[in-house]
């Protein structure tokens, strides 16, 4: 799996976007982005996932630039329920078992 | 919600006892993991599924072992625990056709 960079931690105004930026430098051409977070003392969440399209849900929108090497996660309107720490995964998607790899992600503070 | 339940959710046992921790799915996923997660190492997977009775070894699966003898539980057992096994356990189901994993809500096992 590809390698990526986030900064360790941001803070966002509640109500405002939040912007998590990734860096993924190294990323093949059968890698996908997924992102994850882990509100405190909670199991991991799945967020999004995209391989080079921009991608919606109702949680969130990732962009992912056109030459891949990197993508933002926006949260539109935080809440402070979104604080938490946010992990961006590189990997081939994978039907089969394997398993997850989190790196140390950005810690996202969410400011009343 | 995913349909996955771990019990007990906080265990305090001593060095030496056998511990079993339950991760329960309503869903009938065919994928399920169990990782732990520790300061300053991420989670780390210590076994995992592909079906009832299948299971193989993960990354940090020694003195750990696991039984699934059917598809909606996956117990994880401590034969004789150690200080070392202080952590926080996350069971994982993941769906056939799917790449994304769902986690529980963890088990904080503390052996003294």
């Known amino acids: 799996d590809a390698k990526t960079t986030q900064p360790p931690s941001m803070d966002c105004a509640e109500g405002r976007a939040a912007n998590l930026p990734c860096n993924h430098s190294?990323?093949?051409?059968?890698?996908?982005v997924y992102w994850y977070r882990q509100i405190h003392s909670q199991g991991p969440q799945y967020i999004i996932h995209?391989?080079?399209n921009n991608e919606t849900n109702e949680m969130a929108s990732l962009i992912i630039t056109e030459d891949r090497k990197s993508s933002t996660l926006i949260l539109p309107h935080a809440t402070l329920r979104d604080t938490a720490v946010y992990y961006c995964?590189?990997?081939?998607?994978?039907?089969?078992?394997?398993?997850?790899?989190f790196g140390t992600g950005t810690r996202l503070t969410i400011i009343p | 919600d995913a349909g996955i339940t771990q019990s007990p959710r906080h265990k305090v046992t001593e060095t030496g006892t056998p511990v079993t921790l339950r991760c329960h799915q309503t869903?009938?996923?065919?994928?399920m993991y169990w990782y732990r997660q520790d300061p300053g190492h991420g989670l780390r997977l210590i076994h995992y599924?592909?079906?009832?009775?299948?299971?193989d070894k993960g990354e940090v699966s020694d003195g750990y072992s696991v039984s699934r003898s059917k598809t909606e539980d996956f117990l994880l057992t401590l034969e004789s625990a150690t200080s070392s096994q202080t952590s926080v356990y996350f069971c994982?189901?993941?769906?056939?056709?799917?790449?994304?994993?769902?986690f529980g809500p963890g088990t904080r096992l503390t052996v003294l």
């Open positions: 995964i590189v990997r081939v998607e994978d039907f089969g078992n394997e398993k997850l790899t």
């Open positions: 190294t990323i093949s051409g059968n890698e996908y």
């Open positions: 599924s592909y079906g009832v009775k299948d299971t």
């Open positions: 869903e009938n996923h065919r994928y």
């Open positions: 995209g391989l080079k």
């Open positions: 994982a189901i993941k769906g056939t056709g799917t790449d994304t994993q769902y």
